[in-house]
């Protein structure tokens, strides 16, 4: 057998659904959003280097970005809300990369993942690639978010985080504090399917 069909014939992956994701061709029929929950509460943001009794997981992640792009744009609608809260969903199958592990992995990395992404927002019922417009605002938030975690989580320090990040998003004090207090993968794994039941309507 050949390598690369032996790389075709694993290149899946079996959720606790029972379902059984392609890696290479994802259908939006075998991805669900129990999976998503479960895999991104349990994925750490900046490879675990933060602080707190948990890790800093990618779904609680998502549900910041979702906080700073409702901050930025209270009137968004709820599908890019959405958006915003998959934004990183790949992520519960292929793990969090860091952005300078992705530059040296180069274009394959990025084929996978968008390939992911598509079929995630097919499932749930948005457009496979989002205008370029609104993938400048989750962007945007996503930054926002960045800064805070690196800020409050990661050791960065103001000046090194506006230089890599931009500017602080201004959250309310009260958002910002237990947004940024690690949960436990329980409580982000449920938190994050309470705000998807939210915005996807």
Request: hydrophobic share 45%; aromatic share 8%; proline share 5%.
């Amino acid at each position: 057998m050949s390598t690369r069909k032996s790389i075709e014939s694993r290149a899946w992956q079996r959720m606790l659904s029972g379902r059984r994701l392609d890696l290479l061709d994802p259908s939006p029929l075998d991805i669900e959003i129990v999976d998503i929950a479960h895999g991104l509460a349990r994925v750490a943001r900046w490879n675990g280097q933060t602080s707190g009794a948990h890790i800093f997981s990618v779904a609680q992640h998502t549900l910041l970005v979702e906080a700073v792009m409702r901050q930025q744009l209270p009137r968004v609608d709820h599908s890019f809300r959405l958006a915003a809260l998959l934004h990183d969903a790949p992520e519960y199958v292929i793990g969090d990369m860091i952005s300078p592990f992705k530059a040296v992995l180069g274009g394959d990395y990025k084929v996978v993942e968008k390939r992911l992404l598509s079929a995630i927002h097919i499932r749930f019922g948005l457009p496979p690639v989002l205008a370029d417009e609104i993938t400048q605002q989750i962007k945007a938030a996503d930054r926002g978010a960045a800064f805070l975690e690196a800020t409050h989580l990661a050791g960065f320090s103001e000046t090194e985080a506006k230089r890599l990040f931009g500017r602080n998003p201004g959250l309310p004090e009260a958002t910002e504090r237990d947004y940024l207090t690690p949960w436990t993968a329980a409580k982000a794994e449920k938190q994050f399917l309470e705000r998807f039941n939210a915005v996807h309507t």
